[in-house]
């Protein structure tokens, strides 16, 4: 069975390629039948935060993505050691007493490209053994095949066959001189006890890989399956990085900005996939059925955006079509949080709620433009936007407006047939074009120049209101 994961360190906010990362592990496990693992990778003790914790949560879990298993790295320690120390006493690694008084535990020595500390290598076991009895600092360090012309190897599902010189790699740390075990040795010693069969990450985790075939290759574990996903860049070709780039990069920007959560989830997966068909707006059941690695590019793809705006436009056009083609009564819980969160009640007929999100939904690209240019459907004081106000203002139009809502106060029946008779009538007993009317009606119901069928628009509204509006235009 296909097991992946999504392991991401928490440092700070949920970054967009980290949750792009999760969204095609996902994809995968599903198409697959598969297991979706989340791992916290939290040894970094320094840098870990539990708001960063929390920012993980909330972020994966606004995407609407679920895992199937979920650890801490932290509570596995006990099983990375015991790894580390199999690995030793196969004789692929050794103590390295010089780091722990150069401070470069995980690069090694200073001054230079250095491969491996020769003297440790070739230091005895009884003298390695009787230092660190003795209570001397060391690294542990994986003896990486030397002099042999020997390569290693693997397969990338992205990037193909992928090959380096074992004389090209340092003999990187496993266990710091504290004992604590190095990203290398923790995150492999996890992968290969959790059975992943499949890790899906990020290209700037590319050249890690050889280290990692060496471990558990020494670990005599299967070797998962690699695929490296291209790098997420800003429009002038920076790596999208927090710390240079801020909120930009950050999930919850998007989320706060009134996206639904799908909407960006389809965003994610077409910066740097595609489906070989040109769809672009795609469902999640779509996605899951037309998810391949083969459909990954190699390329880095850019995440267009600007001091002045953060959001992608892409991702706005996209957010634009769920919102008026997905299923009305999935709008309802977010639009009424929308609602809630602006301060505007949230109205208790559900069939009028739906009806009305159906209604002006079309011409809307976040679900913030519900409260602010929807505002006239939820509440009576709303801001009239210039545009409107130049229909109103228009000949006759106000004079018309109020003469309607006198006529439509007189009449029993209020449906779009009978609105829209009195509206003809009475501009062809004055001698001006419905135009005139239509316009300036919708303008003082509405507070905009464009919306919906200004026939639909009235009974929205509502008889009491819509006769209010017009009546004080």
């Given at each position: 069975?296909?097991?992946?994961?999504?392991?991401?360190?928490?440092?700070?906010?949920?970054?967009?390629?980290?949750?792009?990362?999760?969204?095609?592990?996902?994809?995968y496990?599903?198409?697959?039948?598969?297991?979706?693992?989340?791992?916290?990778?939290?040894?970094?003790?320094?840098?870990?935060?539990?708001?960063?914790?929390?920012?993980?949560?909330?972020?994966?879990?606004?995407?609407?993505?679920?895992?199937?298993?979920?650890?801490r790295?932290s509570?596995?320690?006990?099983?990375?050691?015991k790894?580390?120390?199999?690995?030793?006493?196969?004789?692929?690694?050794?103590?390295?007493?010089?780091?722990?008084?150069?401070?470069?535990?995980?690069?090694?020595?200073?001054?230079?490209?250095?491969?491996?500390?020769?003297?440790?290598?070739?230091?005895?076991?009884?003298?390695?053994?009787?230092?660190?009895?003795?209570?001397?600092?060391?690294?542990?360090?994986?003896?990486?095949?030397?002099?042999?012309?020997?390569?290693?190897?693997?397969?990338?599902?992205?990037?193909?066959?992928?090959?380096?010189?074992?004389?090209?790699?340092?003999?990187?740390?496993?266990?710091?001189?504290?004992?604590?075990?190095?990203?290398?040795?923790?995150?492999?010693?996890?992968?290969?006890?959790?059975?992943?069969?499949?890790?899906?990450?990020?290209?700037?985790?590319?050249?890690?890989?050889?280290?990692?075939?060496?471990?558990?290759?020494?670990?005599?574990?299967?070797?998962?399956?690699?695929?490296?996903?291209?790098?997420?860049?800003?429009?002038?070709?920076?790596?999208?990085?927090k710390?240079?780039?801020?909120?930009?990069?950050?999930?919850?920007?998007?989320?706060?900005?009134?996206?639904?959560?799908?909407?960006?989830?389809?965003?994610?997966?077409?910066?740097?996939?595609?489906?070989?068909?040109?769809?672009?707006?795609?469902?999640?059941?779509?996605?899951?059925?037309?998810?391949?690695?083969?459909?990954?590019?190699?390329?880095?793809?850019?995440?267009?955006?600007?001091?002045?705006?953060?959001?992608?436009?892409?991702?706005?056009?996209?957010?634009?079509?769920?919102?008026r083609?997905?299923?009305?009564?999935?709008?309802?819980?977010?639009?009424?949080?929308?609602?809630?969160?602006?301060?505007?009640?949230?109205?208790?007929d559900?069939?009028?709620?739906?009806?009305?999100?159906?209604?002006?939904?079309?011409?809307?690209?976040?679900?913030?433009?519900?409260?602010?240019?929807?505002?006239?459907?939820?509440?009576?004081?709303?801001?009239?936007?210039?545009?409107?106000?130049v229909?109103?203002?228009?000949?006759q139009?106000?004079?018309?407006?109020?003469?309607?809502?006198?006529?439509l106060?007189?009449?029993?029946?209020?449906?779009?047939?009978?609105?829209?008779?009195?509206?003809?009538?009475?501009?062809?007993?004055?001698?001006?074009?419905?135009?005139?009317?239509?316009?300036?009606?919708?303008?003082?119901?509405?507070?905009?120049?464009?919306?919906?069928?200004?026939?639909?628009l009235?009974?929205?509204?509502?008889?009491?209101?819509?006769?209010?509006?017009?009546?004080?235009?």
């Open positions: 069975m296909v097991r992946v994961r999504f392991a991401p360190s928490p440092t700070g906010y949920l970054h967009i390629g980290s949750a792009r990362t999760f969204i095609f592990n996902w994809l496990a599903r198409k697959t039948g598969g297991t979706m693992i989340l791992r916290l990778d939290d040894t970094d003790v320094e840098r870990n935060t539990d708001a960063s914790v929390q920012s993980i949560y909330d972020g994966l879990n606004w995407l609407g993505l679920n895992w199937d298993e979920f650890y790295q509570d596995r320690l006990d099983l990375h050691q790894s580390a120390w199999a690995i030793y006493e196969k004789g692929m690694a050794y103590r390295d007493f010089t780091p722990a008084h150069q401070g470069d535990e995980e690069r090694g020595h200073e001054g230079g490209p250095w491969l491996f500390n020769a003297d440790a290598r070739a230091m005895s076991q009884e003298e390695s053994d009787r230092r660190a009895a003795a209570g001397e600092p060391f690294v542990l360090r994986f003896k990486v095949p030397r002099n042999a012309g020997h390569k290693v190897k693997f397969a990338d599902q992205v990037y193909g066959l992928q090959e380096k010189e074992a004389d090209d790699i340092e003999d990187f740390a496993l266990l710091r001189s504290n004992g604590m075990p190095t990203y290398h040795l923790a995150s492999c010693a996890d992968d290969a006890d959790l059975r992943i069969t499949n890790i899906v990450r990020g290209q700037d985790h590319l050249s890690n890989t050889f280290k990692h075939v060496l471990i558990f290759e020494a670990l005599g574990d299967a070797m998962p399956q690699f695929a490296h996903l291209p790098l997420l860049v800003a429009p002038d070709g920076a790596k999208l990085s710390r240079k780039h801020g909120p930009v990069v950050s999930v919850t920007t998007y989320r706060d900005a009134g996206f639904l959560p799908h909407s960006y989830v389809n965003f994610l997966c077409l910066l740097g996939w595609s489906p070989k068909d040109n769809r672009e707006q795609m469902s999640r059941e779509e996605l899951v059925a037309a998810f391949s690695f083969e459909g990954v590019n190699r390329s880095n793809a850019t995440v267009n955006f600007s001091d002045a705006d953060p959001i992608d436009p892409k991702a706005l056009w996209l957010n634009s079509q769920h919102l083609t997905c299923p009305v009564a999935e709008l309802a819980e977010p639009v009424r949080a929308a609602l809630t969160a602006a301060g505007l009640g949230v109205p208790y559900e069939a009028w709620f739906l009806a009305t999100i159906d209604l002006i939904r079309a011409r809307y690209t976040t679900l913030h433009d519900f409260p602010a240019k929807g505002r006239a459907y939820f509440a009576d004081d709303f801001e009239m936007t210039p545009e409107a106000l229909k109103l203002d228009a000949p139009a106000r004079e018309l407006c109020r003469e309607l809502g006198a006529r106060e007189a009449e029993t029946e209020f449906t779009e047939a009978s609105v829209e008779a009195s509206l003809r009538k009475l501009c062809e007993e004055r001698g001006v074009k419905a135009g005139v009317l239509i316009n300036g009606s919708r303008a003082a119901l509405s507070g905009q120049a464009v919306g919906p069928s200004a026939f639909h009235f009974v929205a509204v509502g008889r009491e209101r819509a006769i209010v509006r017009l009546k004080s235009a």
